[in-house]
């Protein structure tokens, strides 16, 4: 009897071995992954898809969006991430990773087209479906979330996830130099108006279908199948005790202090400075080649000295940013400067920093979900951050304070008081203990 059990244990054992990628096939699709990261930047570039950004808020502002809707717009992108959980419920029939981060790539990807459309809407209305269009992308593309990082996990050792994701983000971020130059670009040269939107969004959207295709190649465990989210485990994912939990408090917190600045840095330089979409992009692009050009040494830094404890010095150096923000002036010989030191601290080393304490933390079972979960809470976190923020707008809406240099608004008393909160963040993080992260 025993001879048989180990038969049956030799020959599933086998057949494992026989299924599982091996790492000649795992390095092919890290490759791909690289790839495929070039394609979703681009994409991401010119539509904003990825969580907005400076051209995707300039639309909303020409639509004829006010200063409480935009807060409404910062708000969407980290509620669409609060959902994402009951989302993927929906998605359990799904026992591959890959073929569910397909189907919401192309939902996201290539349909981002529509969303220059609502602008042909001849009435008041269309600012709101341009917002629940653009909710809907939010939903998809960040409900594809988790499972990206649990099938990454599986394609990348942890000892080295430090250096090849260091690399991968910065091909990405090298790439993102010259698309959204010439995203700002065809604004300008399109004058800003119905036909720049379209144009921008139709090369998203082209880029946005090779991306599919890229993700379609990449390689994918076959070991590593299961549904997608277990509402079982989720549950006891919640209950766990320890680093994950502290982690994810935390980080909670670090993320409320940031997302108090709303939408109101690129709204303040376009409606306040009257920056030009290439000056907008330019800045951008700076901040992009400084992220870029530091990821590499974030990922060596987090691998040698720990990326919890670097993550701890990028919190106190992130307070510094929305302190900038509050004294920022017109000058680019300002703005430069100020945009690379943004690039090193809130780009590289906090998305790097956490990411990785992230998957050092995360426990060894239901990966899927903790990651779900997490990404749930501390969008939900940025989400109440933005509603903050618009309610702060209207209640600072007719603050006028000169002092020296400066004028300050409702925006600059907004970075203030998040100046004030990350301070808390940063003491906070400095003096917790997570036992994994050492």
């Not at 996990?153 to 430090?162: A, E, F, H």
């Not at 959204?180 to 880029?207: E, M, P, Q």
């Not at 209640?395 to 203030?416: E, G, K, P």
């Amino acid at each position: 009897m025993n001879e048989y059990i180990k038969l049956i244990f030799g020959l599933k054992s086998s057949i494992i071995n026989v299924c599982m990628l091996n790492e000649a096939q795992k390095a092919h699709a890290r490759k791909i992954s690289i790839i495929e990261g070039g394609m979703a930047t681009v994409w991401g570039a010119f539509t904003g898809g990825f969580g907005g950004n400076s051209y995707l808020v300039g639309f909303f502002l020409w639509l004829g969006a006010t200063p409480f809707m935009m807060s409404i717009y910062g708000a969407l992108i980290p509620l669409a991430s609060v959902l994402q959980p009951f989302s993927l419920m929906l998605a359990r029939t799904f026992t591959s990773k890959k073929r569910f981060i397909l189907l919401m790539a192309v939902l996201a990807r290539p349909a981002f087209l529509t969303l220059g459309l609502v602008a042909l809407i001849d009435s008041g209305v269309k600012i709101w479906i341009a917002l629940l269009l653009f909710f809907f992308f939010q939903i998809v593309t960040s409900s594809a979330g988790p499972a990206w990082q649990a099938w990454m996990s599986d394609l990348v050792d942890q000892n080295t996830k430090g250096r090849y994701f260091g690399l991968r983000n910065l091909v990405t971020g090298l790439i993102s130099v010259p698309s959204t130059l010439l995203a700002g670009y065809v604004l300008d040269l399109f004058g800003g108006g119905l036909w720049a939107f379209f144009a921008i969004f139709t090369i998203g959207s082209i880029f946005g279908a090779l991306d599919v295709y890229a993700l379609s190649v990449q390689d994918e465990d076959p070991t590593q199948k299961g549904n997608m989210i277990n509402p079982h485990v989720l549950i006891e994912v919640l209950k766990l005790k320890g680093d994950y939990r502290k982690f994810l408090i935390s980080y909670m917190f670090i993320t409320f202090t940031g997302a108090i600045l709303g939408p109101y840095t690129t709204v303040m330089m376009i409606n306040d400075f009257h920056y030009s979409y290439a000056t907008i992009g330019l800045l951008v692009v700076v901040s992009s080649i400084s992220a870029a050009l530091t990821q590499p040494l974030w990922g060596r830094w987090g691998d040698r000295y720990g990326h919890f404890r670097m993550l701890k010095i990028v919190a106190v150096l992130r307070a510094a940013l929305a302190l900038g923000w509050a004294l920022a002036i017109p000058s680019i010989l300002y703005m430069i400067p100020f945009q690379v030191f943004i690039g090193v601290v809130a780009t590289a080393g906090l998305g790097l920093m956490s990411f990785n304490t992230l998957l050092t933390v995360a426990p060894s079972f239901g990966k899927t979900e903790a990651f779900s979960l997490y990404s749930s809470l501390v969008n939900f976190a940025s989400f109440f951050g933005n509603i903050i923020a618009g309610l702060l707008v209207l209640i600072l809406a007719s603050v006028q304070m000169n002092f020296l240099f400066w004028t300050f608004n409702d925006y600059r008393v907004i970075f203030l008081i998040s100046f004030v909160l990350r301070i808390g963040a940063a003491y906070y993080i400095i003096h917790l203990h997570l036992d994994k992260a050492k």
